[in-house]
């Protein structure tokens, strides 16, 4: 009988600790599909940031570095220039990206340093507890924001891909979501094409991805996708961004 479905060779065997209804699992096994399609598992370096994800390291099977908080654009920087023959991508989340490290990413894009990031936006932080983070929409709960989050005193959620994308030096920038498999097609896509200028020497590649974190946004997993859809697709519209064509 012929095998239709397999896990990806990129991916380890080690189980996830990532919640039930968590996108972080679609987001490992999307970036794992990529690299093993493009057949450069073996010299493909990923960055873990610190977050949830900040056991990546154990769930891929190809070469990976932990970064202090918000330094992965920093440490895949001197990475790529070092060994240009690598393929090194930066996996962040958007308290470790958007706060702590914005102005690493901000520079390195500017820098056009052609790494890829891959962005996960969950308008949270989820590893320490549910604070709000720099994506947070207006009126959302957090834990560091029980009424909600005030726009009068922390400003309007940050967009990334809109920012990045005014930079005036090339760079590809798209925004997808994990909601739904025909949004997950899409962000395959995304991740591929990232990967893909990356290979060819092109530009920063940075792909966000639109996802849910249910434990801390207090929903359950159906909740959540049907929310994110409802409330974060409006803000963060998907698409491309940018590209360097
Ligand atoms: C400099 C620094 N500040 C804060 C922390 C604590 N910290 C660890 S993970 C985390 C939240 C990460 O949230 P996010 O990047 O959104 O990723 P998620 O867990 O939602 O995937 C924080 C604040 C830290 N380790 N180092
Ligand atoms: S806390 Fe949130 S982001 Fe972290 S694993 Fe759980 S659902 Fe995912």
């Known amino acids: 009988m012929g095998k239709t479905f397999s896990k990806p060779e990129a991916l380890s065997d080690a189980h996830t600790h990532y919640c039930p209804g968590c996108t972080h699992g679609i987001a490992h096994r999307l970036v794992a599909e990529v690299i093993d399609e493009l057949g450069i598992r073996g010299r493909t370096v990923g960055i873990a940031p610190v977050g949830c994800a900040v056991m990546a390291y154990n769930y891929f099977s190809c070469d990976f570095q932990e970064a202090a908080h918000g330094r992965a654009p920093a440490m895949a920087t001197g990475m790529k220039r070092v060994r240009p023959d690598l ?7 958007d308290g470790d990206l958007a706060s702590i490290g914005m102005g690493e990413i901000i520079h390195a894009a500017n820098r056009g340093e052609k790494f890829t990031t891959i962005f996960i936006n969950n308008a949270i932080y989820g590893m320490t507890g549910g604070q709000m983070a720099p994506t947070t929409m207006p009126g959302q709960r957090a834990t560091t924001a029980p009424m909600g989050r005030d726009v009068e005193k922390t400003g309007m959620p940050i967009r990334m891909c809109e920012l990045l994308s005014s930079l005036a030096t090339p760079g590809y920038v798209e925004r997808q979501t994990l909601l739904k498999p025909k949004y997950i097609n899409k962000a395959k ?3 591929k094409k990232a990967f893909e200028y990356q290979e060819a020497n092109k530009c920063f590649s940075f792909v966000e991805l639109v996802s849910t974190c249910p434990t ?4 359950t997993p159906q909740d959540a996708l049907k929310w994110a859809e409802e409330t974060l697709l409006p803000y963060y519209p998907l698409g491309e961004f940018k590209s360097p064509e």
């Open 87 to 93: 393929m090194v991508f930066t996996y962040q989340g």
């Open 189 to 191: 896509k995304a991740i």
């Open 216 to 219: 801390n946004w207090g929903m």
